[in-house]
């Protein structure tokens, strides 16, 4: 289906609003169920937690982005016929002294109630998302947002106990006052109590982690443009925190694969990034690049029983071919979409140099 394609007769659509600290998206599904077609998808990087540290409120100018982007998503809705709609917002409409008011100004531009998460629910979600779409999946789901972080751990299907700690790029820029170290001290201080951060693998969901996980892609010449599952080996993952964490705004706008809104705030996500692998201590935990959280992890996250627990997994993918051979070309073609295999070019990183003595990491889950 083609974006913006109304869905098909007979199935009733879907609208999902996530209404974060740094951005507000909106994705349409042509069905309720796990594996949904999106009709729409698109997003608006408003900033609205901007500044909240200093002044304990949301960013005006931010605030009239995001209720410009709700009104514009309500008729992008109507247009295609959507009646089932839910909404929710995050840390930033949830800490804010004046969250109350634009959550109402937003409803109004939405035309549906929105509902505030809690913090742990706002992790749980991230979790149930990760899960709907790797339901093998076994670690440490990770949910970077403007203003929070979220872990949760997950096992057969199943999620363990929620943190949630504000330390969303957002909020960090504000906090350390555009120092890194400082950033990292902050951090660390707030890890240092948490049990169960070590594991085998750190889901990593978020925007600010994706452009991460991109500009990996970049310098290793990955052949697919296909975050989902993307992994990145521990020690290269932290060269590269170290790396971005030390280039200025100016010389992160300068990658091609980084979004200009996302220029100021990488650094800072791979501050937290680098922190969080470290206090896990695990020498072979792999990263790996998620998408945000699903239809159905939000859509049934008020429910007793999600539906989605009870649907079955996805059937195994191929992992060898016909010569036996687990990672010969036939099986990794077998893993992949046929249309997505061109190559990209290298960034150049603002003339730095990132060290690539790692091969390509294929996975044999992605």
């Known amino acids: 289906m083609q974006p913006g394609t109304a ?32 009709v729409q998808n698109e997003k608006s990087i408003c900033g609205i937690g901007r500044d909240m540290v200093s002044t304990g409120r949301l960013h005006a100018e931010g605030c009239a982005e995001a209720l410009e982007a709700l009104a514009r998503f309500r008729l992008i809705a109507d247009g295609l016929g959507v009646q ?3 909404a929710v917002a995050t840390a930033a409409a949830r800490d804010a002294a004046n969250g109350a008011e634009f959550i109402a100004r937003a409803e109004r531009a939405w035309g549906a109630p929105i509902r505030i998460l809690a913090g742990e629910e706002e992790a749980r979600i991230a979790a149930e998302g990760v899960i709907a779409g790797i339901p093998e999946a076994d670690g440490l789901a990770a949910d970077l947002g403007g203003g929070s972080l979220d872990m949760v751990g997950v096992k057969n299907g199943k999620t363990g106990k929620a943190f949630t700690l504000p330390f969303g790029p957002l909020r960090l820029m504000d906090q350390a006052r555009g120092d890194p170290d400082k950033a990292r001290d902050i951090v660390d201080k707030g890890l240092k109590s948490l049990p169960g951060l070590e594991a085998a693998a750190l889901y990593a969901v978020g925007g600010i982690w994706r452009s991460f996980a991109r500009v990996d892609m970049e310098e290793q010449h990955y052949p697919l443009h296909v975050l989902q599952q993307y992994v990145i080996p521990r020690g290269r993952a932290l060269r590269l925190c170290k790396l971005l964490s030390g280039l200025s705004k100016d010389s992160i706008r300068k990658i091609k694969v980084v979004s200009k809104r996302r220029a100021e705030s990488l ?19 792999s990263i790996r690049a998620c998408r945000r959280p699903s239809a159905p992890a939000i859509r049934w996250s008020s429910s007793p029983a999600p539906a989605m627990r009870a649907w079955p997994a996805f059937p195994p993918m191929p992992r060898k071919c016909s010569t036996g051979r687990r990672r010969c070309s036939t099986a990794r073609a077998a893993r992949r979409p046929a249309s997505a ?7 150049t990183l603002a003339g730095a140099a990132i060290p690539t003595t790692v091969p390509w990491a294929f996975s044999a889950k992605s």
């Open 7 to 38: 869905p098909a007769a007979g199935r009733s659509p879907l609208a999902i609003v996530d209404i974060g600290s740094n951005s507000v998206r909106l994705v349409v599904y042509e069905e309720e169920s796990r594996t949904a077609a999106t």
């Open 84 to 86: 089932a709609r839910e």
């Open 267 to 285: 650094p800072y996500g791979a501050v937290v990034l680098e922190r969080l692998i470290e206090a896990g201590g695990a020498k072979g935990c």
């Open 341 to 347: 295999r061109r190559r990209p070019s290298s960034p």
